[in-house]
T-cell receptor
Framework: QKEVEQNSGPLSVPEGAIASLNCTYS??????FFWYRQYSGKSPELIMS????GDKEDGRFTAQLNKASQYVSLLIRDSQPSDSATYLC??????????FGAGTTVTVRA | SAVISQKPSRDICQRGTSLTIQCQVD?????MFWYRQQPGQSLTLIAT?????????ESGFVIDKFPISRPNLTFSTLTVSNMSPEDSSIYLC???????????????FGPGTRLLVL
């Protein structure tokens, strides 16, 4: 069983819509969770982190965490063409190693 | 977050040769990591490199194929040895860091080295 699983996509949304990305993880002791954005040909860039149950908002991004369900999500509100990228869900272990999901490619249609 | 650079940014190599990738960070960090991202795939951790100790390799990766050096707290190298076309990937280094809006330990990535083996 993979440690981190994401809805594989690709996900296509119209400009201005909400993009919803989902991620589940298998290790119940995981404490911190991250969303990285990776543009084509570039390296991953950290955009959100969350470690408490509930929602965390940063601009147009909202991360949601439900530890009981082992579920993390990322909402992108008012999606812009510049949001078109691959979004990687990641979980950090006690020895600071990151496990990544396969990524979800988002395309925002103008 | 730390500023991380990698050299070379890209290279085309012949099979059977070796390539050493350098990773430089602008501040001292305890932990550095090396990842591989094969075409269309996610990131896979190769090894963890801590200064003053041997690198710790993940399952499926061995020191003979991917020797790593960590001579000080700002620098590391990864060598891809005896390359084959299957080694064509993006190789990324990352460093530990504290996420800016909280106190969570996370990782920040260098720009990557794009390797094509013919």
């Amino acid at each position: 069983q993979k440690e981190v699983e994401q809805n594989s996509g690709p996900l296509s949304v119209p400009e201005g819509a909400i993009a919803s990305l989902n991620c589940t993880y298998s290790d119940r002791v995981s404490q911190s969770f991250f969303w990285y954005r990776q543009y084509s040909g570039k390296s991953p860039e950290l955009i959100m982190s969350i470690y408490s149950n509930g929602d965390k908002e940063d601009g147009r991004f909202t991360a949601q965490l439900n530890k009981a369900s082992q579920y993390v999500s990322l909402l992108i509100r008012d999606s812009q063409p510049s949001d078109s990228a691959t979004y990687l869900c990641a979980v950090i272990s006690n020895d600071y190693k990151l496990s990544f999901g396969a990524g979800t490619t988002v395309t925002v249609r103008a | 977050s730390a500023v991380i650079s990698q050299k070379p940014s890209r290279d085309i190599c012949q099979r059977g040769t070796s390539l050493t990738i350098q990773c430089q960070v602008d501040s001292q960090v305890t932990m550095m990591f090396w990842y591989r991202q094969q075409p269309g795939q996610s990131l896979t951790l190769i090894a963890t490199a801590n200064q003053g100790s041997e690198a710790t390799y993940e399952s499926g990766f061995v020191i003979d194929k991917f020797p790593i050096s960590r001579p000080n707290l700002t620098f590391s190298t990864l060598t891809v040895s005896n390359m084959s076309p299957e080694d064509s990937s993006i190789y990324l280094c990352s460093v530990e860091g504290v996420e800016t809006s909280g106190s969570i330990e996370t990782q920040y990535f260098g720009p990557g080295t794009r390797l094509l083996v013919l």
